[in-house]
């Protein structure tokens, strides 16, 4: 059996080098904020923060006098070390400073001091209550933005958050720009302890202005108690965006994206428009928001504005969602080209950034999409994969997914789904197997083999029931398979072939048998939950019965 492990386009996948200037700052921004020196942090450096644990090494940089003696201090410390930076000329004269502390264990909460020496005069800057521990940046759409007063039980999930002080919480404002930004223009909320107000607030915000991010907050809650470290998280995300505007130039060229400005401002030269469909009392009307609310982004605006500026930041990981707006404006093709790319360039982008101190290839987590009335979900779930079906795969090593297809509860949630908890706990098994390396089943049930049966009607597929030791498939709705039924072997050709629904009537630990006595012809290729919106709040045909995983959507070829 071939298991059609690529999509339509064959994804070339060429190595990107990222050019980052470490601890440069837009001339227009922190200038003078004492009113007496230009010696100040970079912008995302406050009180509450969280800087990344050992192995790693933090990097802490800002601004000062160019010339200046800049000492770095970290108290308490074992080793009493004080780290020494002179300030040198970033752009249009204006100085920085830079210094990597030592790999320090978790904890704290400790103070870092920085204090700058020119001409014996003696200026001191101070950071209170910063932990050591893991941090991860968060970003994406509005999936991500989505806030968590608008949850699934959000009353009593903001409640719970006065439990988790060692989690601290930053959100990055709305940002754009047609050339790179060496710090952040400007932020919604700095670094905070997590508490019900910080994470539930401003008073104003939608499902989609405000902070925290549910996402987030859930995957990094769980976090938590699973390893009782300090937590960072780091929001910068925008809503109703495309992969263009997150991905450095060279993305572009790679996957030959032509233009200058991000897929939702091509709607004109879009094969079809998207329809708009109502998300709830509390959401607008999610495509036409796409279409009327959100400014025109040039490719790579967000890149320039939103995560340029942080890449001298030292992470552990990254987790993403994002993709429906690449889905409304039919962008499958490119998709998988785009997203893989893009997850190369920043993985080189904040290792250089932070002077080899974020791992090379860091682990970077995604949702895969969830639902819609969109009809090219489906093609763009299986683009996130770049055609394999699932992750990690050659193409994306060090990559993990949760799947979404059937996390909503309600229709008129539509492609917001308000269980937000469940998705940052798949998640989670996702970074505990690749980013900890912990020894847990993370993904769903995965097909190995097809066979079917012309004189017995079937079809049988094979899933990899062994990861982990045995495990059992659990079938809880017959529906979900189709199969190509053609009048020529081994075509799917939309003229002589015709998709058909195909029941399960039969299933093993291990094996689900499939009906195809629909098709008189040839069964050629088959298709698994291969609709916008598969199924109702999980009830998807195929799950694994000790984890409750989801089996992911996927295609592939009779032989």
């Not at 978790?106 to 910063?130: I, M, Y």
């Not at 919480?169 to 910080?198: C, G, M, N, R």
Request: net charge negative; hydrophobic share 35%; proline share 6%.
């Amino acid at each position: 059996m071939n298991m059609e492990h690529k999509s339509r386009l064959k994804f070339c996948l060429i190595p990107l080098v990222v050019v980052v200037v470490i601890g440069q700052a837009t001339t227009d921004n922190y200038s003078n904020l004492n009113g007496q020196s230009d010696f100040a942090w970079a912008s995302y450096y406050s009180d509450h923060m969280v800087l990344q644990r050992e192995p790693s090494r933090a990097v802490v940089w800002g601004y000062g006098d160019v010339g200046a003696n800049v000492t770095v201090s970290v108290y308490p410390s074992e080793k009493g070390k004080v780290y020494q930076s002179i300030v040198q000329t970033g752009p249009a004269g204006k100085g920085v400073w830079k210094v990597t502390l030592d790999a320090m264990p978790a904890g704290g909460p400790h103070t870092v001091e920085a204090v700058q020496t020119t001409a014996g005069r003696r200026l001191s800057l101070v950071l209170k209550d910063v932990l050591f521990g893991d941090v991860w940046l968060c970003s994406g759409q509005s999936n991500m933005v989505f806030t968590i007063k608008y949850t699934t039980n959000a009353s009593a999930e903001i409640a719970r958050a006065a439990d988790y002080p060692h989690i601290r919480l930053f959100t990055a404002d709305l940002a754009k720009s047609d050339s790179p930004l060496y710090d952040l223009h400007s932020i919604l909320q700095p670094w905070a302890v997590a508490s019900p107000e910080s994470i539930s607030g401003p008073s104003n915000a939608t499902f989609n202005r405000g902070y925290f991010s549910a996402v987030c907050w859930f995957f990094g809650r769980d976090l938590y108690d699973n390893i009782t470290v300090p937590i960072g998280l780091v929001v910068s995300a925008y809503g109703g965006t495309c992969v263009e505007a997150w991905s450095p130039p060279e993305v572009m060229k790679t996957c030959n994206v032509t233009g200058t400005t991000s897929g939702m401002n091509r709607v004109e030269n879009a094969p079809h428009k998207p329809a708009a469909s109502h998300l709830g009392s509390d959401e607008d009307s999610w495509e036409a928001d796409v279409i009327t609310n959100h400014p025109r982004l040039h490719n790579s605006a967000l890149w320039n504005a939103m995560i340029h500026p942080i890449l001298n930041m030292t992470l552990k990981g990254v987790i993403w969602y994002q993709g429906e707006a690449n889905a409304v404006y039919n962008e499958t093709d490119v998709y998988g080209c785009m997203f893989t790319n893009m997850i190369s360039t920043w993985r080189s982008g904040f290792h250089l950034g932070s002077g080899g101190q974020t791992e090379p290839v860091f682990p970077f987590g995604f949702v895969q999409l969830s639902v819609s009335s969109t009809e090219d979900f489906p093609e763009l779930r299986w683009s996130q994969t770049n055609g394999h079906g699932s992750v990690p795969n050659p193409d994306m090593p060090r990559v993990f997914m949760a799947v979404a297809m059937d996390l909503e509860r309600s229709h008129a949630a539509g492609v917001h789904p308000r269980d937000k908890q469940d998705v940052g706990s798949r998640l989670l098994l996702g970074a505990r197997a690749v980013a900890y390396g912990e020894d847990v089943v993370f993904q769903g049930p995965l097909p190995t083999a097809v066979k079917v049966s012309s004189s017995a009607n079937t079809m049988e597929v094979l899933y990899n029931m062994t990861m982990g030791g045995t495990l059992r498939l659990e079938v809880r709705n017959p529906d979900g398979f189709e199969i190509c039924c053609s009048s020529q072997e081994n075509s799917c050709e939309p003229t002589s072939s015709t998709w058909m629904p195909a029941k399960i009537i039969g299933h093993t630990e291990s094996t689900v048998t499939v009906s195809t006595s629909t098709c008189a012809k040839h069964v050629t290729s088959w298709q698994y939950e291969w609709a916008p919106t598969p199924c109702s709040f999980k009830q998807c045909a195929i799950y694994c019965q000790e984890t409750q995983l989801p089996a992911p959507p996927f295609r592939g070829k009779v032989s």
